[in-house]
């Protein structure tokens, strides 16, 4: 199917189906465009020419003992950090989500349909996922979201299983599984105005016993 420019943004909480559902939904339109967060961040932004920039701080002296190491790029041998929390908070975790931010808006002025899933339920909670959606480069185009969510010993089953066929996935579950409970009502779960905010401007999507085929014609219906 063809349909009309519009953003269509998921959230949710971990292993909830965002990813899978999204691509699928992206093969469904055809003039969808997909982006790929992880893909940004793992394949872009965690990425370091460490032998370039001699007016900064040594490579060395900035990351100090942050874990890193060697990869080789088109472009070189580079320095590609590893799932430190400091150096992604800091480099990868708000600008990965601009960059999709303004290539989405790029694509709409081109006819596409920008399909991406970047939001928790603490950005939905502060406020930030309301501004991203407010932001005006997106003006004029309807924008769709959709919160994916999953009974909480189902994600955790899915979070095991992904890190067993999964290497980065691995790592950057590790914290999720070590504290799954916690995390999940640190991070994950909505406050009463955030519940408010997805049912006033989208739709829940409950992956908990329904296929990826099921979730993806009940987000087609909703969009």
């Known amino acids: 199917m063809i349909i009309s420019p519009q953003l269509i943004i998921s959230a949710g909480m971990p292993a909830a189906g965002k990813t899978i559902t999204c691509q699928e939904i992206a093969k469904r339109i055809i003039n969808a465009v997909y982006f790929d967060r992880d893909i940004i961040i793992s394949g872009g932004l965690m990425h370091i020419a460490a032998d370039k920039g001699d007016g900064l701080l040594s490579f060395n002296e900035y990351i100090k003992d942050e874990p890193f190491f060697e990869v080789e790029t088109p472009f070189g041998r580079m320095i590609k950090m590893g799932w430190d929390m400091d150096y992604y908070f800091r480099h990868a975790d708000a600008p990965s989500r601009i960059i999709i931010g303004n290539q989405a808006a790029h694509s709409l002025k081109l006819g596409k349909v920008p399909i991406f899933d970047c939001f928790l339920a603490q950005h939905v909670n502060g406020g930030i996922v309301e ?84 979730c993806v014609e009940e987000c087609l219906q909703y969009i």
Request: some cysteine.
């Open 131 to 214: 501004k991203f959606m407010s932001w005006e480069i997106f003006s004029g185009y309807p924008i769709k979201l959709l919160y994916f969510i999953v009974d909480q010993d189902v994600c955790g089953e899915r979070l095991a299983a992904r890190a067993e066929i999964d290497e980065e996935a691995r790592l950057r579950t590790k914290i999720l599984q070590d504290s799954l409970e916690e995390q999940l009502q640190t991070y994950h779960t909505l406050n009463d105005e955030g519940e408010k905010f997805v049912q006033k401007t989208g739709k829940f999507i409950d992956t908990t016993n329904n296929s990826i085929e099921e």
